[in-house]
């Protein structure tokens, strides 16, 4: 099994860290697949920015897949999680369930069973249509089906060292002086405006009464919320006892028989890095800090449950543009099935895997979408050329297809972007209606479902993120006065032009003619080169153009807005019948 890439063979981040994952399971010396995992918690909206956290590892088993090492992209649901605050717009009764874990809050919208639910389930779906094959798990279950009582016992066996590790970093924290509860709320408020992230960064301190640091916090067996204060515990029998601020109950639980609670985060991501046997998981930036639960989790992993600190690098943060024209979402930023609609899914992917991890990036919904199509496409045809492979065409290759999903979906016609959106745009017209005039535009084909899935993408972009003053509005009758006081060159333009546009239209024939009946009027022929005194006239030409057909000084390229609306229909705005 080829377990590393030849020399020869063009590298990026995602070949070496798929070599960083397998070196880590040769050292860890554990059977089975390579581990590489992600990790988050269903607290809100799933947006782009998240959505690195799922293609980091899914980048890294795609290719050890690729290279036939067995392997699996475990994803982490962390929904056994507290619900931390109640969201604008959420009715303030939900303040009630603060407290209780994702999976036990009903979900506001009504649409799903839970709060953790909603939330899940918008993201799975963008993340199928990604090709991303992952093994899911929810530490909900897995925490309230006892798979993890042993992991929990061995916590609290070594709840000391856990804890002299902690002190190191608290002992470490400079500035004003908060309380642990404010300390943690703080870290995972910044985190979550940073990346959205999600990770509860409390350190088990608040849940310490006279006994000091205790790593779990059991949920009130009464109300089911995690506002408990551990009494004591006894080692030999394993009773638990403690109070809940909330709802004032007193009672017990047995960590040896009962799974009424979970390891306060920061042993909880060290823990499942050893039982899951993780060998491969990044972290957003805003981890990679000093006392981060990420880095004194790397320290827990290996000296309290002796397991090599997986794989990993530090990603940075997506950012938006153009997000205040996203219909779909109410100020939130936006999500994977926000982009599906306007971006191929290789597109989507392509953005991720061709950044290095640390690099910081912007995805534009504005006119940027246009070039990123262009240049997609140009990649496309470089991929097409083995003697031309390098990291450019690794990343595309990695965009375009996975090993298990093979390849994305893609139009089999490949008409440009721009193309489909400025005849979107002048027509606003049907799917089949665009289909038909890009026909004619070069681009023949049998069928609307041949230009899927762009042109979807293109009418819904044109509809919904170029804003109205960028829009053409083709005028609905002729400009009666500007017609009248055309002067006799201009007269003769558009009369030649005129002439030219007769019968079936297309894309070569009348851009020859656009661009040569300036010529014709100077006695040159239309294959001539122009001459400088040409190339104003064809200036001058083109704004008439525009301004007789669509009221504005520009607009999509004249052929094609010509064929989009028709030889009649621009007839008749030009004053020839
Ligand atoms: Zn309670």
Redesign the pocket.
Known sequence: MPRSTPQSEPQDWVTRAADDAVRHHERSGVSGPVTCSSGISPSGPIHLGNLREFLMPHFVADELRRRGVPVRHLHVWDDYDRFRRVPAGVDPSWEQHVGRPYTAVPDPWQCHATWSDHFKEPIVSALHQLGVDMEEISQTERYRSGVYREEVLHAVRHRHDIDSVLAKYRTKKTGPVATPEEAGDHAAQEAEALAGSVANDDDGQDAAGDIGFFPFKPF??????D??TVTSYDDETKDLAYT??????HGTTNLGTENQGKLVWKADWPMRWAFERVDFEPAGMDHATPGSSFTVGHELVESVWNYPRPAWFGYGFVGFAGVQKMSSSTGAAPTGADALRVLEPGILRWLYVRRQPRQPFDIDFGPEVVRLYDEWDALARKATDPAKRDVQVLAYERAASTQTAGRLPTAEVVVPFRMLSSVADVTAGSAEQISRLVATMGHPHDSVEQLEPRLSRAMAWTAEFVPASERTTVRTGPDLVAIQALSSREQAWLSLLLQGLQGELDLEQVTKLVYGVPKLTRGMALDDAPTEEVKADQKEFFRLLYHLLVDADRGPRLPTLIIALGSERVRRLLGGD
């Open positions: 009130c067996r009464d109300c089911g919320r506002t408990t809940c601020s909330v709802c004032d109950y």
